[in-house]
């Protein structure tokens, strides 16, 4: 059952690009794909970025 769902979704998914790509052509298809690569790398970053709770401290030693 969870290959068939898996060969349908690359199905579905691979007609939609390939008509995707008929319609505007494979220069703005790769160009597009290019910034939805930075704006993920770029939203992946920015969620898996550690936070600090805590102020750092720092004690004055003499």
């Known amino acids: ?3 068939a769902c898996a060969w ?3 199905l579905i998914f691979n007609l939609f690009i390939g ?3 008929h ?3 494979f220069a703005p298809f790769f160009i597009a794909l290019a ?5 993920g790398a770029i939203a ?3 969620l898996i970025k550690v936070k600090d709770e805590e102020p750092q ?3 004055a030693t003499s």
């Open 57 to 59: 401290v720092q004690l």
């Open 19 to 21: 008509a995707f790509v």
């Open 23 to 25: 319609i505007i052509g």
């Open 8 to 10: 349908s979704g690359q």
């Open 1 to 3: 059952m969870a290959g």
């Open 44 to 46: 992946l970053w920015t």
């Open 35 to 39: 910034f939805f690569d930075i704006i």
